[in-house]
């Protein structure tokens, strides 16, 4: 069973610096110190562990996207108010088992319940095909190509979010 966990930085830090290290990470993330840089940024409810039967399995980031830099990558059809959503399993003997799909259906779900985002984006290069499968059975499709400066050819997979009404 797979389920996301509130991030505690001062515990959660050193394995998600010791993920971003590990050569399966590292390889789509790219600099490792950039990205620690980037969890030690992100603000609280915007990151989460992704926890498989009680043992943390990998990572979850987002934010509201930056149109600026959209139209700098040439990607001016995602609309204003998307989140970009930034995924890794850092234990490399579950990537590829459905804990990254999964995680991305219940982010979903919260992001459907708390955001009025109209859509949810997550970029990688066109070679990751573990990723490729996770987005795609989590209920993404792809919408654009870009080419990134680091990693080469990306493919950007994108997800209409439908409002879901709390229940109070």
């Not at 993330?29 to 603000?43: E, H, I, K, S």
């Not at 930034?86 to 995680?103: K, L």
């Not at 996770?134 to 994108?158: H, L, M, N, Q, T």
Request: net charge negative; with cysteine; glycine share 8%.
């Amino acid at each position: 069973m797979v389920h996301l966990s509130p991030v505690n930085p001062v515990q959660h830090r050193r394995r998600i610096a010791d993920w971003l290290r590990s050569e399966h990470v590292a390889r789509w993330w790219g600099n490792p110190d950039q990205r620690l840089a980037q969890f030690d940024a992100t603000p609280a409810g915007e990151n989460a562990m992704i926890v498989q039967d009680d043992l943390p399995v990998g990572y979850v980031r987002w934010e509201t996207i930056d149109t600026a830099a959209l139209a700098e990558a040439g990607l001016v059809d995602i609309p204003a108010g998307s989140i970009d959503i930034d995924i890794f399993i850092g234990d490399p003997n579950q990537a590829g088992r459905g804990a990254g799909s999964a995680a991305l259906a219940l982010l979903f779900e919260h992001l459907e319940r708390t955001t009025e985002a109209p859509l949810v984006g997550l970029c990688t290069s066109v070679k990751n095909h573990v990723a490729h499968r996770a987005f795609e059975k989590s209920g993404c499709s792809r919408i654009a190509r870009f080419d990134d400066d680091v990693f080469g050819p990306c493919w950007v997979y994108g997800r209409r979010l439908q409002r879901i009404e709390s229940v109070s």
